[in-house]
C-alpha cells in the first residue's frame, strides 16, 4: 500500500459475477483504490464502461478479434488496451498491489501465476485454476512472497477460522455445501435436469458455470481439492456437510473440540471485502445477518450415491500426480457439452469418472512442477474427455 493509502488493484475478469462484485466494493471508497487493470473475455462494452467509470490504466479482452472494438470503445481516454491472452497476463502482471482473480476456468491459470509471480497480494476467485495447478501454485505463491488471500466464501470461512489455532491444534475443517437445486431431488429426475433447472441456484447469484457446478455438486468437489492445496490438508482432513441456508460457510475443529465458524449472508462481497482489507477490515456492501429472522440452520450428509462428482474429488485428491487437474478439465468439457445440449445433466459426472479412470489406466499420472505441465494435462485430458464424449451421451443411465 502506498504511502499516500491509495491502494493499486487489478481486477482479472472484471465484467463476470465475482468482478461486479468487486467493483462494487472499489466503488464505494474511490478515494481508496486506484484501478491499474480490468479485464474480460469478449464483453467490450461492459469492460470499456467500468475502465472510464474507474479511471483504469489498461485494460485487455482475451479475444484478440475485438482490439479494434476495444480501442473505439475507449477513444478519446488515454487508457492503454490490448487484446488475446497475451494482454490478459500483461494486465497481471501491471503493479497493482491488490489483484482479483476472478477469470472463469482453467483459462485463468496463467493470468493468477502472472499476478503470483510478482510477489502481489492475490485475492483467488478462481478456484478452477488452483485446482488445475495445486501440486505448485502455493509453493510459488511462497517463494515469489505472494500472498494468496482465499476469496471462495468457504476458503474464506476457514482462513479467517483458522486464526484461532495452530497447524498442530487443528483436526479438520468442514465446509459447508447449499446442496444446490436437485439437494431433494431423486436420482432418476436429477439424471434429466434441464440447463433452466440446473441454473435455478436457491441461495447464491454466480456466473454461469459454477452454477451448473453448484446443481452437480462438482463445485464443493472442486472446493475440497481447493482447500487441500490452499492450506495443505489430507482429504481425510476436509469434511463437507450440506446446509441448504447457507448462513455458515466453513469450520474449523481444532484439538479440544471447539469449531470455530464464519458465518454471513450468502453475498460474495462479504468475503471479497475480507479479501481487500486484509489484514485490516473494510465496511462491507452485504446485508447484515438477522438470524432470529433465518429461524432455522440445518445439516445434513453429502448423498455421494445422487452427487457422485464429490466423491470423484476426493478419488482425484488420493491419486495425486495431476489427477485433480483432470477432474477439472473433464469436468470443463462436460458443463460445456451439458450447456450445448450434447449430453444429460446425469451424464457430467459419468465423463469426469470415465476420463479419470482411462487417465489412470493409461499410465498417464505424473507429478506437476510447472505451469507448463499443468496446461499440457489440462489440454491433453480434455482431448480425452472429448473423445470420450460421444460414448457417454449415447449410454443411458
Ligand atoms: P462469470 O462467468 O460471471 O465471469 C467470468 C469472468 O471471466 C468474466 O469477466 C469473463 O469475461 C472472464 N472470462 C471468461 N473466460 C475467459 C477467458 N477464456 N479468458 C479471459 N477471461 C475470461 O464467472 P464468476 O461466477 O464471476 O466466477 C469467476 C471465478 O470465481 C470462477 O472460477 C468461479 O468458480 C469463482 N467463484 C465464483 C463465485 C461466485 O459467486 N460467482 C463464488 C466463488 C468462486
Ligand atoms: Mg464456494
Keep these: 500500500v502506498a504511502a499516500s493509502g491509495v491502494r493499486s488493484v487489478s481486477v482479472l475478469g472484471a465484467t463476470g ?12 471508497s474511490p478515494e481508496r483504490y486506484q484501478v491499474e487493470a480490468l479485464t474480460a473475455n469478449t464483453n467490450v462494452a461492459g469492460l470499456a464502461k467500468l475502465a472510464k467509470e474507474f479511471n483504469a490504466r489498461f485494460v485487455a479482452v482475451a ?23 497475451g494482454a490478459i497476463v500483461e494486465a497481471a502482471e501491471r503493479p497493482a498491489d491488490w489483484v482479483m482473480a476472478a477469470v472463469a476456468g482453467a483459462a485463468g491459470l496463467k493470468p493468477a501465476l502472472a499476478a503470483v509471480d510478482r510477489g502481489a497480494h492475490v485475492a483467488l476467485a478462481n478456484k478452477e485454476c488452483l485446482v488445475c495447478a495445486g501440486e505448485f501454485f502455493m509453493d510459488r505463491a511462497a517463494k515469489a512472497g505472494a500472498t494468496i488471500l482465499p476469496a471462495d466464501s468457504e476458503h474464506n470461512a476457514l482462513f479467517q477460522a483458522l486464526a484461532s489455532g495452530n497447524r498442530d491444534e487443528l483436526t479438520k475443517v468442514i465446509i459447508t455445501a447449499s446442496g444446490g437445486p436437485f439437494r431433494t431431488w431423486a436420482a432418476a429426475d436429477i439424471e434429466q435436469a434441464t440447463l433452466a433447472q440446473a441454473l435455478k441456484h436457491p441461495n447464491w447469484s454466480m456466473g454461469q458455470k459454477i452454477t451448473i457446478d453448484s446443481a452437480s455438486m462438482m463445485n464443493k468437489g472442486l472446493e475440497v481439492i481447493e482447500a487441500s492445496w490452499l492450506f495443505a490438508l489430507s482429504p481425510d482432513e476436509i469434511d463437507v456437510v450440506v446446509h441448504p441456508q447457507s448462513i455458515i460457510h466453513g469450520m474449523v475443529e481444532f484439538s479440544d473440540r471447539s469449531v470455530v465458524a464464519q458465518l454471513g449472508s450468502p453475498d460474495m462481497r462479504t468475503p471479497i ?24 440452520l440445518t445439516f445434513e450428509a453429502p448423498d455421494y450415491a445422487r452427487f457422485p462428482g464429490l466423491k470423484l474429488a476426493y478419488d482425484a485428491l488420493r491419486a495425486g500426480n ?5 477432474y477439472n478439465a473433464a469436468n470443463e468439457i462436460a458443463v460445456a457439452a451439458f450447456i450445448a445440449q450434447r449430453i444429460r445433466f446425469g451424464a457430467i459426472a459419468r465423463l469426469v469418472e470415465e476420463t479419470m479412470n482411462s487417465w489412470i489406466r493409461a499410465g498417464n499420472l505424473a507429478p506437476l512442477s510447472c505451469a507448463d505441465d499443468a496446461i499440457a494435462v489440462d489440454h491433453n485430458a480434455r482431448d480425452m474427455a472429448a473423445a470420450l464424449l460421444p460414448q457417454i451421451a449415447a449410454k443411458a443411465s
Design 63 to 85: 479475444d484478440p478479434a475485438r482490439l479494434s472494438e476495444l480501442r473505439a470503445a475507449l477513444a478519446g481516454t488515454d487508457i492503454a488496451c490490448g487484446a488475446g491472452e
Design 273 to 296: 471485502a475480507h479479501c481487500l482489507g486484509w489484514p485490516d477490515r473494510i465496511v462491507g456492501r452485504a446485508a447484515p445477518l438477522d438470524l432470529a429472522k433465518i429461524g432455522t
Design 322 to 326: 495431476g489427477a485433480t487437474t483432470v
Design 17 to 28: 459475477s465475482i468482478g461486479d462484485s468487486t467493483m462494487d466494493l472499489l466503488r464505494a
